[in-house]
């Protein structure tokens, strides 16, 4: 029988539980931020249907349903995130998979982020 530290190619024991406290802490970071680009975007949706000059029972409805939809997208964005860093760190790419996780998060939050603020530009001009 091979121990944890020959089947995963660490040194020790505590290089191995740094890894793993790595992979919590990113995958909490990248819930977080996921969390901050779900919650600004059915506002996102009403100001981009606003410039839109969609009727207010549609809006009603696209926001109302959005919720969901969003939420759902969230859930599944982070479970495949938690699959793609939990594996990561028995093929020793951890840092590796964290910028990207981490860096397309924080991409997506920026990109969200500008575009609500260039549609409210667009409305109060």
């Known amino acids: ?9 660490v ?5 191995l539980r740094g890894k793993y406290v790595a992979y919590i802490v990113s995958w909490v970071a990248f819930g977080a931020s996921i969390f901050l680009m ?3 975007t059915p506002g996102l949706l009403k100001l981009l249907m606003e410039v839109l000059g969609i ?15 969003v939420g759902l997208t969230g859930l599944c ?14 093929k020793n790419l ?10 397309s998060a924080l ?3 920026a990109a969200s982020y500008a575009l609500h603020g260039f549609l409210f530009h667009l409305l109060t001009t």
């Open 94 to 103: 951890l840092l590796r998979r964290i910028a990207i996780a981490l860096g």
């Open 11 to 15: 040194s020790s024991a505590w290089l």
């Open 77 to 90: 964005m982070v479970i495949i995130v938690e699959n793609y860093l939990r594996t990561a760190v028995q």
């Open 55 to 69: 009727n207010r029972w549609a809006r009603s409805a696209v926001h109302n349903f959005s919720f969901f939809f």
């Open 38 to 40: 779900l919650s600004i």
């Open 107 to 109: 991409f997506l939050l």
């Open 1 to 9: 029988m091979t121990s944890l530290q020959e089947r995963f190619g």
